[in-house]
């Protein structure tokens, strides 16, 4: 088990919007990378969620969800990955989402363990993991996560490329790497954040103008949060590890998973096949929505949530 090092670490409070009593903890993963959790504690709490974020996320953008939870009886613990937020960034220029190899994120798995552990968290565990963070919370299953159940929201479980383009992914990423070149930004991503360079009319995360104002607010206000594209390595990375799960069997946990109808970030496809093969599985769909489902619209968040809650604690 990684021992939990933790120390009192920055916490922008005010622009979370969560749970009143959050606060922030520097934690250290077993190869000395400094990474950073948010406890939004709960007295009476029925347990914890442990909240995985997706890529270029950060604690402070699920304080509402946090919220959320609590209203429901739950604590939560956020994550910032390694190379976001403000855990250590792993390349030049910061803003690039890099990442040495995707086994990495394990590390930071049991670092966050490991602090929930320490800080008393409300047991037993639940896991949420959203894009990326859902990706990242399969694998900790395999590895032995101790959850009583898992959800996911749009879990990258693939992602989304046209037919065309997947082998150019593949070969470009790869070539890249043997090059040495893979920390540079991926063909068609960009330098600045997606919620400060994109307007809201047609974008890819939700249809609620209240929580794109809430994600553009916190953006403009502490940019250090903020990622944009990721690099090819992270891509190369990214396509391994998708296929990697994708053949593998489902493993022996009790999950839900929701995936917006609008979706158009990761592939859906691998999610509808994902849960087929999962025998204790349940995939809802959330009509209308795009890729956060966390983010849209007040009432297809309380039905997600209220779905979410009532499946971990039957």
Same mark, same amino acid.
């Given at each position: 088990?990684?021992?939990?090092?933790?120390?009192?670490?920055?916490?922008?409070?005010?622009?979370?919007?969560?749970?009143?009593?959050?606060?922030?903890?520097?934690?250290?993963?077993?190869?000395?990378?400094?990474?950073?959790?948010?406890?939004?504690?709960?007295?009476?709490?029925?347990?914890?969620?442990?909240?995985?974020?997706?890529?270029?996320?950060?604690?402070?953008?699920?304080?509402?969800?946090?919220?959320?939870? $609590?209203?429901?009886?739950?604590?939560?613990?956020?994550?910032?990955?390694?190379? *976001?937020? =403000? @855990?250590?960034? /792993?390349? !030049?220029?910061?803003?690039?989402?890099?990442?040495?190899?995707?086994?990495?994120?394990?590390?930071?798995?049991?670092?966050?363990?490991?602090?929930?552990?320490?800080?008393?968290?409300?047991?037993?565990?639940?896991?949420?993991?959203?894009?990326?963070?859902?990706?990242?919370?399969?694998?900790?299953?395999?590895?032995?996560?101790?959850?009583?159940?898992?959800?996911?929201?749009?879990?990258?479980?693939?992602?989304?490329?046209?037919?065309?383009?997947?082998?150019?992914?593949?070969?470009?990423?790869?070539?890249?790497?043997?090059?040495?070149?893979?920390?540079?930004?991926?063909?068609?991503?960009?330098?600045?954040?997606?919620?400060?360079?994109?307007?809201?009319?047609?974008?890819?995360?939700?249809?609620?103008?209240?929580?794109?104002?809430?994600?553009?607010?916190? $953006?403009?206000?502490?940019?250090?949060?903020?990622?944009?594209?990721?690099?090819? *390595?992270? =891509? @190369?990375?990214? /396509?391994? !590890?998708?296929?990697?799960?994708?053949?593998?069997?489902?493993?022996?946990?009790?999950?839900?998973?929701?995936?917006?109808?609008?979706?158009?970030?990761?592939?859906?496809?691998?999610?509808?096949?994902?849960?087929?093969?999962?025998?204790?599985?349940?995939?809802?769909?959330?009509?209308?929505?795009?890729?956060?489902?966390?983010?849209?619209?007040?009432?297809?968040?309380?039905?997600?949530?209220?779905?979410?809650?009532?499946?971990?604690?039957?």
């Amino acid at each position: 088990m990684t021992q939990a090092v933790t120390q009192a670490a920055p916490f922008f409070e005010a622009l979370a919007e969560g749970p009143e009593g959050g606060y922030a903890l520097w934690l250290t993963a077993e190869d000395g990378l400094r990474l950073r959790a948010v406890h939004w504690p709960k007295e009476g709490a029925r347990g914890t969620v442990l909240l995985m974020p997706g890529r270029t996320e950060y604690c402070e953008k699920y304080g509402r969800t946090a919220g959320e939870l $609590a209203e429901r009886g739950l604590a939560t613990l956020a994550i910032d990955w390694r190379g *976001q937020g =403000l @855990a250590d960034r /792993l390349a !030049e220029p910061p803003l690039l989402g890099h990442v040495g190899r995707f086994g990495d994120y394990q590390r930071d798995v049991r670092a966050m363990v490991a602090v929930a552990k320490a800080e008393g968290a409300a047991e037993p565990y639940f896991l949420l993991g959203h894009s990326m963070g859902g990706c990242i919370g399969l694998r900790a299953l395999y590895e032995g996560l101790e959850v009583q159940a898992a959800a996911f929201s749009a879990p990258m479980w693939g992602i989304y490329l046209a037919p065309q383009m997947r082998p150019v992914a593949w070969a470009l990423s790869n070539l890249a790497q043997t090059l040495g070149q893979g920390a540079q930004f991926a063909p068609g991503t960009k330098s600045e954040t997606y919620v400060l360079a994109d307007p809201f009319e047609d974008n890819m995360l939700t249809t609620d103008p209240a929580m794109w104002a809430y994600m553009v607010r916190q $953006a403009q206000a502490h940019p250090e949060l903020t990622l944009a594209g990721p690099s090819l *390595q992270w =891509l @190369a990375e990214a /396509l391994r !590890e998708t296929r990697a799960l994708h053949r593998m069997p489902s493993p022996q946990r009790r999950t839900i998973t929701f995936l917006g109808t609008c979706e158009r970030i990761v592939d859906g496809t691998r999610i509808t096949d994902r849960m087929r093969r999962w025998p204790s599985g349940r995939l809802s769909m959330v009509e209308g929505a795009e890729h956060e489902v966390l983010m849209e619209r007040a009432a297809m968040r309380a039905s997600v949530l209220d779905e979410m809650v009532q499946f971990f604690l039957e």
